[in-house]
């Protein structure tokens, strides 16, 4: 009997969003005896999902998108041999969207079963994890404060400075807790790292432990991804049971207890310390800071609270040195971002790639442009809090200083693309909703600025003699949220509707552009 | 926590008499009271096997957890995931957000909101069979093919106005 051959339908849940399962019972049903069916994560190239793959001499030859109608053809010109058909993309790592981009924390995304331990050792996994343990608690924090890595996030604080501040903290217990409350349109990558690689997150979680000596760690995963907490907490389990995470870590004497938890559909759980709040069981209400969580966090108790992709950034760091990842980007923003291709976009999908490329290398390049084939008429960045960026910022490097310095917000890296039917006072009418609906309600700039915020939107598109009155009420009304909110949401709702006031001013029915205003440049502390 | 949110359990809450329902409360209380910040595990304990949080059993919660029952009832209230009434015997999600607005999300609620008779409201709303029950949310990470949906535990992308009907259509049906 020959050799199986392996075929491989993704299992993220973008790829079960468009039938992947459908596939996959399509590809077993007709080809069954011959074939080994591996669920693996998604390579992100969303356009093309489900995307199904299959192992030749050549290496894997890619197909999509495929439906369930699509089997019995591709079956019959060859597709398990890597035959040609009108959805053959050719080998999968030679795609151009593909082959052009610096994967290091994705570089085993989609090519690997997420679940498969020894698939996951075999791709460099593990490798942080057991030179972590070769090394000291300063050695460990060295090397990630010399990577350069900061809070991915959207807050952009260096990682090494965080862990470091909870290390030289004195308690009994100290903790780790990782933000995977990603609530921002336009942003995936922490979901598909969850489901896609759950492996990498829980091992620089663990290295983190063994960095500041904590010895109990929670997960919090938002209620909208069931599959993310499903994956992981069988990642958990499997992880346990081989003696990665528990009483010892791979024997070292190191405990460390991972668990999940799941959030309850509150954006400003997304805030470190309302999660802190969540997780503790109470209403996710921010608290004022000081304290850092790092010296006061979950339980009063000195936490580490990263982000999914800081997190998942650590195992290649220690695994490859501080100096290998350090060496990617520009300025003051080292290493690459997942950037998130979203909305109105021909090609979306993750692009990892350094920092210092454009947003119109990004949207152009990899994205193709509109899915509608309309021109592109403003770019959101950095997710609901993010400024809209207009034409004339298109060509600013990606990183975070020169970002900031328009107005701008990297965050997250979440890319959402809107054709020239998009309205952008709409949009700022709906971010100040969003902030109402969404405002935890513990200080007024928020809970109270919101709301009249709409009601001015809606004043200002309305027209008439008041409108120079209304456009100038906006503005201090925006100022007062930046400058007194206690948290990023209402302390950055007003990027999004300054920055579509500004660059925008005819869709709110301002005949006269407005005068050149100053953009929201306060940084605020973002979760 | 290991059983992540399935709205298949809804199907069956209005059949759970009200003593019944608190049973399930106890048990969930048992199981999970002892976790720190045990609040949120137990409270999705129960909406996960009754379709949500009866009223009656949050005296039961606080009393395990050394809480007052205002302290309870505003957690269930600040969470939107958390609902203290049986939703109908399906759930239908239509993402909001930005992403999904950029491909026509707004003429999808609209069209959700009149081809399964349910109010227009942010807060969702069930339609008069109870058949279903259409809730707003704010992204279901499935941005690069949006817009996007989810019918009970499952998600959609790339969602046209007929595939929508495609896909709901079988909710409305006596069997569903």
Same mark, same amino acid.
């Given at each position: 009997m020959t050799a199986k051959i392996r075929v491989f339908v993704p299992r993220d849940s973008a790829a079960l969003a468009v039938g992947a399962d459908e596939v996959a019972q399509a590809l077993q049903a007709a080809a069954g005896e011959a074939i080994e069916l591996v669920r693996n994560g998604s390579r992100g190239l969303f356009w093309l999902e489900p995307l199904v793959e299959v192992q030749t001499p050549a290496g894997r030859v890619a197909y999509g998108p495929v439906s369930p109608e699509?089997?019995?053809?591709?079956?019959?010109?060859?597709?398990?041999?890597?035959?040609?058909?009108?959805?053959?993309?050719?080998v999968t790592e030679q795609i151009p969207y593909l082959a052009l981009q610096e994967r290091l924390t994705f570089r085993r995304m989609g090519v690997t079963d997420p679940l498969s331990l020894a698939d996951y050792e075999a791709h460099e996994g593990w490798a942080g994890l057991r030179r972590a343990l070769a090394m000291d608690s300063a050695g460990i924090i060295h090397e990630l404060t010399h990577s350069g890595l900061r809070g991915r996030g959207g807050a952009a604080f260096p990682a090494g400075i965080k862990w470091k501040t909870v290390a030289h903290a004195q308690a009994a217990q100290k903790y780790i807790v990782c933000n995977a409350d990603e609530g921002d349109s336009g942003t995936y990558s922490d979901r598909m790292t969850m489901e896609g690689d759950p492996y990498v997150l829980i091992e620089g979680m663990t290295i983190a432990a063994l960095a500041v000596g904590a010895t109990q760690g929670y997960l919090y995963v938002r209620s909208e991804y069931p599959h993310a907490v499903a994956?992981?907490?069988?990642?958990?389990?499997?992880? @346990?049971?081989?003696?990665?995470? $528990?009483?010892?870590?791979?024997?070292? $004497?190191?405990?460390?207890?991972?668990?999940?938890?799941? $959030?309850?559909?509150?954006?400003?759980?997304?805030?470190?310390?309302?999660?802190?709040?969540?997780?503790?069981?109470?209403?996710?209400?921010?608290?004022?800071?000081?304290?850092?969580?790092?010296? @006061?966090?979950?339980?009063?108790?000195?936490?580490?609270?990263?982000?999914?992709?800081?997190?998942?950034?650590?195992?290649?760091?220690?695994?490859?040195?501080?100096?290998?990842?350090?060496?990617?980007?520009?300025?003051?923003?080292?290493?690459?971002?997942?950037?998130?291709?979203?909305?109105?976009?021909?090609? $979306?999908?993750?692009?990892? @790639?350094?920092?210092?490329?454009?947003?119109?290398?990004?949207?152009?390049?990899?994205?193709?442009?509109?899915?509608?084939?309309?021109?592109?008429?403003?770019?959101?960045?950095?997710?609901?809090?993010?400024?809209?960026?207009?034409?004339?910022?298109?060509?600013?490097?990606?990183?975070?200083?020169?970002?900031?310095?328009?107005?701008?917000?990297?965050?997250?890296?979440?890319?959402?693309?809107?054709?020239?039917?998009?309205?952008?006072?709409?949009l700022a009418r709906y971010a100040m909703d969003f902030c109402a609906l969404e405002s935890c309600g513990k200080c007024t700039p928020c809970r109270i600025g919101s709301t009249r915020g709409v009601e001015v939107i809606d004043r200002i598109t309305a027209g008439g003699p008041q409108q120079p009155q209304q456009v100038k009420l906006l503005r201090d009304l925006c100022d007062t949220m930046l400058h007194g909110s206690l948290c990023a949401m209402g302390g950055m709702t007003p990027y999004p509707v300054l920055s579509a006031l500004n660059h925008y001013p005819q869709d709110f029915g301002l005949s006269v552009p407005d005068a050149p205003q100053a953009e929201a440049t306060q940084v605020t502390q973002a979760a | 926590m290991s059983t992540p949110h399935a709205s298949d359990s809804a199907a069956t809450a209005d059949a759970v008499a009200p003593k019944a329902a608190l049973q399930i409360v106890q048990q969930a209380v048992d199981e999970l009271a002892h976790l720190p910040g045990a609040l949120l595990p137990i409270l999705h304990a129960v909406q996960d096997r009754l379709g949500y949080v009866p009223e009656a059993g949050v005296p &039961?919660?606080?009393?395990?957890?050394?809480?007052?029952?205002?302290?309870?009832?505003?957690?269930?209230?600040?969470?939107?995931?958390?609902?203290?009434?049986?939703?109908?015997?399906?759930?239908?999600?239509?993402?909001?957000?930005?992403?999904?607005?950029?491909? %026509?999300?707004?003429?999808?609620?609209?069209?959700?909101?009149?081809?399964? %008779?349910?109010?227009?409201?942010?807060? %969702?709303?069930?339609?008069?069979?109870?058949?279903?029950? &259409? &809730?707003?949310?704010?992204?279901? %990470? &499935?941005?690069?093919?949006?817009?996007?949906?989810?019918v009970d535990d499952r998600v959609h992308a790339r969602v046209s106005l007929p595939r929508f009907d495609q896909l709901v259509a079988p909710l409305q049906t006596q069997e569903a």
């Amino acid at each position: 009997m020959t050799a199986k051959i392996r075929v491989f339908v993704p299992r993220d849940s973008a790829a079960l969003a468009v039938g992947a399962d459908e596939v996959a019972q399509a590809l077993q049903a007709a080809a069954g005896e011959a074939i080994e069916l591996v669920r693996n994560g998604s390579r992100g190239l969303f356009w093309l999902e489900p995307l199904v793959e299959v192992q030749t001499p050549a290496g894997r030859v890619a197909y999509g998108p495929v439906s369930p109608e699509d089997v019995p053809g591709l079956l019959a010109a060859g597709l398990l041999q890597g035959g040609e058909h009108a959805l053959r993309q050719g080998v999968t790592e030679q795609i151009p969207y593909l082959a052009l981009q610096e994967r290091l924390t994705f570089r085993r995304m989609g090519v690997t079963d997420p679940l498969s331990l020894a698939d996951y050792e075999a791709h460099e996994g593990w490798a942080g994890l057991r030179r972590a343990l070769a090394m000291d608690s300063a050695g460990i924090i060295h090397e990630l404060t010399h990577s350069g890595l900061r809070g991915r996030g959207g807050a952009a604080f260096p990682a090494g400075i965080k862990w470091k501040t909870v290390a030289h903290a004195q308690a009994a217990q100290k903790y780790i807790v990782c933000n995977a409350d990603e609530g921002d349109s336009g942003t995936y990558s922490d979901r598909m790292t969850m489901e896609g690689d759950p492996y990498v997150l829980i091992e620089g979680m663990t290295i983190a432990a063994l960095a500041v000596g904590a010895t109990q760690g929670y997960l919090y995963v938002r209620s909208e991804y069931p599959h993310a907490v499903a994956t992981l907490n069988e990642a958990l389990a499997r992880a @346990k049971a081989a003696g990665f995470i $528990g009483d010892s870590v791979l024997g070292s $004497g190191h405990a460390f207890h991972l668990h999940v938890r799941m $959030g309850a559909g509150a954006y400003v759980c997304g805030e470190e310390t309302a999660l802190l709040e969540s997780l503790e069981g109470r209403r996710g209400i921010v608290r004022a800071k000081p304290p850092l969580p790092a010296l @006061k966090g979950l339980f009063g108790q000195p936490t580490v609270i990263n982000n999914v992709i800081t997190f998942a950034s650590a195992p290649i760091i220690l695994a490859r040195g501080a100096q290998f990842y350090r060496d990617y980007g520009v300025g003051r923003s080292h290493g690459t971002l997942p950037f998130q291709l979203a909305g109105n976009i021909r090609h $979306g999908g993750l692009v990892e @790639k350094a920092f210092g490329l454009t947003l119109r290398e990004l949207v152009y390049g990899f994205g193709g442009g509109t899915a509608s084939g309309r021109p592109i008429k403003a770019i959101q960045v950095g997710g609901p809090l993010g400024s809209y960026v207009p034409e004339d910022k298109w060509d600013v490097p990606l990183d975070y200083e020169a970002y900031a310095a328009f107005g701008g917000v990297v965050g997250h890296g979440g890319i959402v693309v809107h054709d020239d039917t998009a309205n952008l006072a709409r949009l700022a009418r709906y971010a100040m909703d969003f902030c109402a609906l969404e405002s935890c309600g513990k200080c007024t700039p928020c809970r109270i600025g919101s709301t009249r915020g709409v009601e001015v939107i809606d004043r200002i598109t309305a027209g008439g003699p008041q409108q120079p009155q209304q456009v100038k009420l906006l503005r201090d009304l925006c100022d007062t949220m930046l400058h007194g909110s206690l948290c990023a949401m209402g302390g950055m709702t007003p990027y999004p509707v300054l920055s579509a006031l500004n660059h925008y001013p005819q869709d709110f029915g301002l005949s006269v552009p407005d005068a050149p205003q100053a953009e929201a440049t306060q940084v605020t502390q973002a979760a | 926590m290991s059983t992540p949110h399935a709205s298949d359990s809804a199907a069956t809450a209005d059949a759970v008499a009200p003593k019944a329902a608190l049973q399930i409360v106890q048990q969930a209380v048992d199981e999970l009271a002892h976790l720190p910040g045990a609040l949120l595990p137990i409270l999705h304990a129960v909406q996960d096997r009754l379709g949500y949080v009866p009223e009656a059993g949050v005296p &039961l919660v606080a009393e395990a957890l050394n809480l007052s029952r205002a302290e309870v009832h505003g957690v269930i209230s600040y969470y939107h995931h958390f609902r203290s009434s049986p939703p109908g015997r399906h759930v239908v999600q239509v993402c909001r957000a930005e992403s999904c607005q950029s491909r %026509g999300a707004e003429a999808l609620w609209a069209h959700a909101c009149s081809r399964l %008779g349910c109010a227009d409201s942010d807060h %969702g709303a069930t339609n008069a069979d109870a058949s279903v029950t &259409l &809730l707003p949310v704010y992204c279901l %990470g &499935l941005c690069a093919s949006s817009p996007a949906i989810a019918v009970d535990d499952r998600v959609h992308a790339r969602v046209s106005l007929p595939r929508f009907d495609q896909l709901v259509a079988p909710l409305q049906t006596q069997e569903a």
